[in-house]
């Protein structure tokens, strides 16, 4: 790996964060998220025209500035710390990838081409508020042992082919298309976008597969709801479908499928994701902090500036260590999903979730931290400081939480047996422990097994026994995790 960016990369670093000083400070913020659309469009029309910033990812071949990963992290990574609202994320990095990894030449060339300046905004609709699930940044609440979606294992956060959920049924009435009924909530940009890729559940439960489905914001029966979000920045919709009528993102590869396609590229665009979200958290999180050390530095208390108390140095050296790990965190994830593999790249993958929890930890940190020694002001309305703090708890309630990012990682890692990988790191509620005799599936010991681990007991059959085998309480190595 080498860790120079190179004179491309820094341009595009140098070029969005002057811009956007210039376009984006917080009064700026504050007066987007009050508009119709949740973002300022000329903003992001000049960001679209003059730097290519929707299709940084894209290739050049639809009209994109054939850049990757990398390049798009380090974008996120300004916008971030400038907290910029804008469709760049549910555009860009959920749903472009999708339709260039799964869509038809046709549907490649009619929608590329526009996303990429900008003259197309997109959102990703995914049912029962599963949007990392169905990225694979956590494991499924269902307990699918290896996180991957296959059959019931697919449709479990797209509605499963039961009641709730999307679902999706031929239209029979005029023999081609598709037709949609459910409900979405939480969608990123899903008000304004004028694309909606949506998941739904073909098929019913038992030969059913989830598929992708684009839908036209102008839809008869399609009924979209601005929410009152958390972080405004990140406006979020409910987006009601009431027979609506779809196009099929790609093709059905044959009727009763498994939908195998569909979650392979779910999976490799949040591999992608989580190095491009875990890059904007640490912008955040570093714009943060340097304006907590500079209000520390002009804050007088008791004749001095309040950042000469150690006690304040102390805690901002910590945040200062969090954030500058996490960025090196996130540049690695970045530089691993670059390498490409898709969902088989298990490396970008596992970087990516560790990556994305540890930004979310700084970000949190950094936030809290600038509430907490900004004092009085910090919890005033008018200050940006508030802004920041919503934005790291939101993004850990729409991406995480963090335990879970890492438990995926470590089970994408294979650092857990069989036994548990269960929803929460248990095997069927039971901690991973199949006890069978004071002996569990993990080689370790069971709580009747501690009583008897002191040297030199045994049971009658162990090594003081008759037939001179080491017991279960003897010298065999106990694991913990």
Aim: hydrophobic residues 40%; charged residues 25%; contains cysteine.
């Amino acid at each position: 790996m080498d860790a120079a960016f190179t004179e491309e990369q820094d341009e595009i670093r140098r070029t969005l964060r002057t811009l956007l000083r210039e376009r984006c400070g917080p009064d700026e913020v504050k007066t987007a998220v009050h508009t119709a659309p949740g973002y300022d469009e000329a903003l992001w029309r000049q960001l679209a025209r003059t730097l290519g910033l929707p299709g940084l990812a894209l290739p050049a071949a639809y009209g994109g500035v054939g850049c990757g990963v990398t390049e798009l992290a380090l974008a996120c990574e300004e916008t971030g710390r400038v907290l910029l609202p804008s469709p760049l994320l549910p555009t860009a990095v959920f749903a472009a990838p999708l339709v260039a990894a799964l869509g038809t030449e046709e549907q490649r060339a009619e929608l590329l081409p526009r996303i990429a300046e900008g003259a197309l905004t997109a959102a990703l609709a995914v049912p029962g508020r599963a949007l990392p699930e169905a990225l694979g940044l956590v494991g499924a609440r269902d307990g699918a042992r290896n996180g991957m979606w296959d059959g019931a294992q697919a449709g479990s956060w797209a509605g499963g082919g039961r009641a709730g959920g999307v679902q999706a049924r031929p239209d029979r009435d005029e023999g081609r298309g598709w037709r949609l009924y459910g409900q979405v909530e939480q969608v990123l940009g899903g008000h304004s976008a004028e694309l909606l890729l949506v998941a739904a559940r073909a098929g019913g439960y038992a030969r059913g597969r989830t598929l992708l489905f684009l839908v036209p914001a102008e839809a008869d029966g399609l009924v979209r709801t601005r929410l009152t979000a958390l972080d405004a920045t990140r406006p979020q919709a409910r987006v009601e479908l009431r027979d609506v009528p779809a196009e099929l993102l790609g093709v059905d590869g044959g009727g009763s499928g498994s939908g195998d396609e569909v979650a392979e590229a779910l999976a490799a665009v949040g591999t992608a994701a989580a190095a491009v979200l875990a890059a904007e958290a640490v912008g955040a999180a570093d714009a943060a902090l340097a304006r907590t050390v500079d209000y520390v530095r002009a804050r007088e208390q008791f004749g001095r500036p309040i950042g000469s108390f150690q006690a304040v140095k102390h805690r901002l050296a910590d945040v200062y260590v969090a954030v500058q790990a996490a960025r090196s965190a996130a540049y690695y994830a970045a530089w691993a999903a670059a390498q490409g593999g898709g969902a088989e790249n298990t490396e970008a993958a596992v970087a990516g979730g560790l990556a994305l929890a540890q930004a979310l930890e700084a970000q949190r940190t950094a936030a809290a931290e600038a509430v907490q020694l900004h004092g009085g002001i910090g919890f005033t309305w008018e200050h940006e400081t508030h802004l920041y703090f919503k934005r790291a708890a939101s993004d850990e309630l729409l991406f995480g939480p963090v335990h879970r990012l890492r438990a995926r990682a470590a089970e994408r890692e294979g650092l857990f047996g069989a036994a548990d990988r269960a929803p929460y790191g248990g095997h069927e509620g039971r901690g991973g422990n199949d006890v069978h005799g004071g002996r569990d599936t993990n080689g370790g010991r069971d709580a009747q097994g501690v009583q008897g681990a002191h040297a030199g007991q045994g049971r009658p059959d162990g090594p003081d026994g008759p037939d001179g085998r080491d017991g279960p309480d003897g010298p065999r190595k106990a694991v913990a995790v």
